[in-house]
Structures are given as C-alpha cells and as structure tokens.
C-alpha cells in the first residue's frame, strides 16, 4: 500500500506534468482568447447595438436582426445570390473534382506532376490577382469573347456586366478551383479495395455499374467530408465578388455574395452593428446546414464498420 507520502509524491508530479503541458499551449491558448473567443463575444454584443466606429455603441436590442428581416430587400438578395451560387458551384466543383481525380488514380505517365498541376489552382483562385484576371477574360472584348469569335463569329457583351451571366462567372471561377476535392478524392480511391473491382469484373459488370456500385459507396464518407467543407466555403466566398464586381456587388446586386454586402455595411456605411447582426445569422445558416448535412448523412453515407 502507497504512503500518505507517496500518494503525496505523486499527486505533484502530476501537477508538474499538467503545468508544463499548459506552458505548451499557452500560446495558442492565448491567440484563440484574445482574437477568437473575444473578438466573437464582442460581435455578438455589438450586434444588439447602433455603432458606427466613430462613436460609442449604444444598446437598440433587437432592432437590427428586427430590420433585417423585415426592412432589408438587399438583405434577401444576398441570400438569393448566394444559394444561388451554391446550387451550381458545389455539385459542379465536386463531379469535377471527382472524374479528374478518378483519372489520375489510374497508373499515368507524370501523374505526380498533373496532381501538382491541377491542385494550383486551389492555391491561387483566392487571390486578388486570379479576380482580376478573371474579370479581364470575361469582359467585352476579353479572351473569351475573341476566341468565340474566332471560332463561332459570335460577338458577345461583356459577362460579367450583364446581371443574367455575371454569377455564373464566379461559378465558374469557384469550378476551376477543383484540387483541394480532388486531392481528397484521390486520397479516398486509393483506399477502395481493389479485390471488390476483380470480383466485379468476374461477375461481369461494366466500368459504369463498378462506379455505381463500389466507388460512390466506399467513396460516401470522403464525398460527404468534402460537401461540407464545400458548403461553408460556398456562404464565405467572398473576393471573386468584391474583384469582379468591383465592391458593388452589380450589375444591380447580381452579384451581391452574403459576405459582401456584410462587408458593405461594416466598411463603407460604418454599421458595424448591423454588420455584426448579419454575421452571427450567416453563422447560424451555415450551422443549419451543417446539421442538415450531419442529419441526412446516416441515409447515405456508409463505413466500414457500419453493422448496416
């Protein structure tokens, strides 16, 4: 039997150990303190207030979440842009990233390089630099419209001026930046048995039924991972906008994002505010979807260990 002395012994070092495993994470634990926790508690007071960074906030409770639903057209129109932008971008991006990420599993001369090729564009999409570029080929007399001339005859306007088109630029933007989800992807096919496709192709079935049949399955959990992270960078996306619209979010609010207008109202009409108001509900909407993706999972995604 253990001492009073030993259990005593024991206890302080245990406490030592503690210490120093808090010394290790002090600094993130202060980091996430100061310019995570606290930053979020003081938007979600300033969202109950009229503050406009110049004067003190003043309490108005409900009024702003009250204003927003009721007295804010613009309010909708985000929403509208931005559903709409995610109905195309995300299954487009993740069929896209899928079928070139099944390519690349198969044994191909530099597979290794167009892997590095293809991801880039992950890399950079979100870049200043990419909007513009994007914004130039677009234009009137961009790269896109001469090269339909060249080839077609057909002399286009400029689409990202026209309110008919202007979003669907950005989803294409959004698509061209496959390589994260493919890369994913990849990761996921090279873990498919490949026993299930041998005992398939014995019982005699096509390339088709094999991807309906083996690959969508075992690939549910890397699809469902990937939809979510997709979904939430959908309701974030916000520099393709502000570039390509140039901050206004036109041709008449055609491309007026969620977080652009959120950023139009903290930064260019000072209600900060407001501003916060509206990002404590684009939190809460991407929670809800966030659940609705965890709760309607269980119908279709399947592991290994599922004793489904």
């Known amino acids: 039997m253990q001492t009073e002395s030993e259990r005593l012994g024991r206890s302080r070092a245990a406490g030592r150990r503690d210490l120093i495993g808090y010394a290790f994470i002090a600094p993130w634990l202060i980091g996430f303190l100061c310019f995570s926790l606290g930053p979020v508690l003081a938007s979600l007071y300033l969202s109950f207030t009229k503050f406009d960074l110049l004067s003190p906030a003043v309490w108005i409770g409900g009024e702003n979440y009250a204003r927003m639903f009721t007295e804010d057209p613009r309010f909708y129109q985000a929403l509208k842009v931005t559903f709409t932008y995610m109905v195309y971008e995300v299954p487009l991006k993740l069929c896209f990233a899928l079928a070139v990420a099944m390519v690349l599993d ?109 690959t969508l399955p075992m690939l549910a959990p890397v699809i469902f991972f990937n939809m979510v992270l997709q979904i939430i960078d959908g309701f974030k996306a916000f520099t393709p906008a502000y570039i390509v619209s140039g901050g206004t979010g036109g041709p008449i609010d055609s491309t007026l994002f969620y977080t652009l207008y959120l950023y139009q109202e903290a930064f260019s009409y000072f209600r900060m505010g407001y501003a916060s108001a509206m990002a404590w509900v684009l939190l809460i909407i991407i929670g809800i979807f966030t659940s609705i993706s965890f709760v309607t999972s269980k119908y279709w995604v399947y592991y290994e260990d599922d004793p489904r």
Do not use: C, H
């Not at 890399?123 to 896109?144: D, K, M, P, Y």
């Not at 057909?154 to 294409?172: E, F, H, M, N, R």
């Open 106 to 214: 198969k044994a191909i001369r530099g597979g290794a390089f167009y892997r590095a090729l293809f991801y880039i564009p992950s890399l950079l999409g979100g870049s200043v630099a990419i909007a513009v570029l994007w914004r130039q080929l677009f234009e009137g007399n961009g790269t896109v419209n001469q090269i339909l001339l060249a080839l077609f005859g057909y002399k286009g306007q400029s689409w990202i001026s026209s309110p008919d088109s202007a979003i669907y630029t950005l989803v294409l933007l959004a698509v061209w930046q496959f390589g994260s989800p493919m890369i994913i992807f990849l990761a996921g096919l090279r873990q498919v048995p490949q026993d299930l496709y041998e005992a398939a192709s014995m019982d005699g079935a096509g390339a088709l039924r094999k991807f309906y049949k083996i």
